[in-house]
Nanobody, 115 residues
Framework: QVQVVESGGGLVQPGGSLRLSCAAS????????MGWYRQAPGKQRESVAA???????SYSDSVKGRFTISRDNAKNTVYLQMNSLKPEDTAVYYCKAAGTTKDYWGQGTQVTVSS
């Protein structure tokens, strides 16, 4: 089993920044990819960014150039640095740990971008 816990959400003004953290624990040897997803009210959950165990990264077009995903292997933690935030970035952000046999999700953290 793998436990995934997100933190770092909050309220920020447009143009501001936030950093989300995702800590994984348990049987993390089976994890080959960590990803951030988000779900806005009335919308489907969408992929935001991902990072492989080898460090390769990918981003959705809507956040490319503004968000950066990174990882600290010593802390088993993945980060999502979000800059130049827009009101349309408002959503619950979820972290997923992709394992060889199943995926593990965190409980989500709310990000609200509003003046």
């Amino acid at each position: 089993q793998v436990q995934v816990v997100e933190s770092g959400g909050g309220l920020v003004q447009p143009g501001g920044s936030l950093r989300l953290s995702c800590a994984a624990s348990g049987s993390i040897f089976s994890i080959y990819l960590m990803g951030w997803y988000r779900q806005a009210p009335g919308k489907q959950r969408e992929s935001v960014a991902a990072i492989t165990s080898g460090g390769s990264t990918s981003y959705s077009d809507s956040v490319k150039g503004r968000f950066t995903i990174s990882r600290d292997n010593a802390k088993n933690t993945v980060y999502l640095q979000m800059n130049s935030l827009k009101p349309e970035d408002t959503a619950v952000y979820y972290c997923k740990a992709a394992g060889t046999t199943k995926d593990y999700w965190g409980q989500g953290t709310q990000v609200t971008v509003s003046s």
